[in-house]
């Protein structure tokens, strides 16, 4: 069975950093695609970085761009994002997502896609 673990959220400062990290178990992923997503109160989910199993291409949310990096690790089947200069506008739930099969085009997860339970990262000013 497969499991994304996320862990890492927290509460902070505003200008802090967190590092999430997304474990995934029951299957290798060393060739699909990984991505986070993140919800806030009030707010539909939104995908704000993900990198191909090559890690040659990624992608960034306008709004996280410059602040957070995705990285990963496909030794030990982990994804991460480096959370720098923290807002409060960043409070959200945030969720990790891996393909369940392979595509082609732009970098994108869908339901029939595996997720995590969502791990809180709340930012105070």
């Known amino acids: 069975q497969v499991q994304l673990v996320e862990s890492g959220g927290g509460l902070v400062q505003a200008g802090g950093s967190l590092r999430l990290s997304c474990a995934a178990s029951?299957?290798?992923?060393?060739?699909?695609?990984m991505g986070w997503f993140r919800q806030a109160p009030g707010k539909e989910r939104e995908m704000i970085a993900a990198?191909?199993?090559?890690?040659?291409?990624?992608y960034y949310a306008d709004s996280v761009k410059g602040r957070f990096t995705i990285s990963r690790d496909n030794a030990k089947n982990t994804v991460y994002l480096q959370m720098n200069s923290l807002k409060p506008e960043d409070t959200a739930v945030y969720y990790c997502?891996?393909?369940?099969?392979?595509?082609?085009?732009?970098?994108?997860?869908?339901?029939?896609?595996?997720w995590g339970q969502g791990t809180q990262v709340t930012v105070s000013s």
């Open positions: 029951g299957r290798t992923f060393s060739t699909y695609s």
């Open positions: 997502a891996a393909e369940s099969r392979l595509r082609l085009g732009p970098l994108r997860f869908g339901e029939d896609d595996y």
């Open positions: 990198i191909r199993w090559s890690v040659a291409s990624t």
